[in-house]
């Protein structure tokens, strides 16, 4: 972890943000949400959907594992920063989606807005799961 940490200083020292004596925390803000400090997003929505598992949750949902903030499911390995994508984001391509997704059901990614959703597709989804 300390070379993360020293990447991370010698990265922010060269963008100018980090003087000698700044210290990056190695201690991640077990209170905070991750994403929301990172990405300055326009939020549409109050859910999110995983790129992992293709299940939603709703914004500030999230587990620890180790230092990181990951989906909520636990059978999935995505993260909530890189992976959680706004929900209104993936209805754009996917009109037929509802506006309040359910919880732990899977919604594949569309092409576009002229893919049509297809229930027996859904249906198989889950049923991989």
Not at 10 to 17: E, L, P, V
Not at 44 to 49: D, F, G, I, K
Not at 95 to 100: E, G, L, N
């Amino acid at each position: 972890m300390n070379k993360h940490i020293n990447w991370l200083q010698s990265y922010m020292k060269q963008q100018g943000g980090v003087t000698e004596d700044s210290d990056v925390d190695p201690q991640p803000d077990r209170n905070v949400d991750h994403r929301e400090l990172i990405f300055d997003e326009e939020k549409r929505s109050e859910y999110l959907w995983c790129l992992h598992c293709q299940r939603t949750y709703k914004r500030g949902q999230f587990r620890w594992e180790g230092d990181f903030q990951m989906c909520p499911y636990e059978d999935c390995d995505g993260t909530t920063v890189l992976d959680g994508i706004d929900w209104e984001s993936i209805r754009d391509d996917c009109p037929d989606y509802p506006v309040t997704p359910e919880s732990n059901r899977v919604y594949p990614m569309c092409d576009g807005p002229d893919d049509e959703v297809d229930d027996e597709e859904l249906a198989e989804e889950e049923q991989n799961r």
